[in-house]
């Protein structure tokens, strides 16, 4: 269970912000000049898509500039992981209401997909787009977030959503060698 004082807080300033958004903006230009679509959500709308890219860039960038990483993610399709060789990032954005009540969310989540590698280790990024920074929460190996206490089918496609209070705390992610 993680302590939620061990969460990493990387703060950006309006240039690297920029950076970032910029990069989420090529991702969203290269899936549309090879006709995808976002997997989970199926959104054809570009703003909704775009917005989808900008939450996952900053959660990822946000990663690998913790772990001291050059960020290779966002255009290379090739790599086997978000970050490194073993990391994905799950990212949410802070500010983020329930479609159905219009109400902010209280804990985030950490959502792990059914056909997810359950040796990969997941983070939890929450990414605020007012303040310009993104909240490292905590972590799980993927057989781990896959919990049956924690599969839902109200959240789009159905998924483990495993909550923040129950991952592990940043300062024990393990490093690439260690998983």
Known sequence: M???SEAIVEHYSLFSWQSILNLAKQRQDMNVAEGLHERYTKSKDYAHALRKHEI???GEYSLCRHLGKPYAAAL???VPADVGSIYQVR???KHARNVKTGARRGLQALRINPADDPVQVYVLAVV???LKNVELKGWC???EGKDRRWWRTDCGSAAYLTPENHLRGMASLPTEVQA
């Open 141 to 143: 190996y993927g057989l």
């Open 91 to 93: 990212s949410v954005d």
């Open 2 to 4: 993680s302590r939620l």
């Open 128 to 130: 605020d787009f007012e």
């Open 76 to 78: 290379d399709r090739t």
């Open 56 to 58: 996952g860039v900053a």
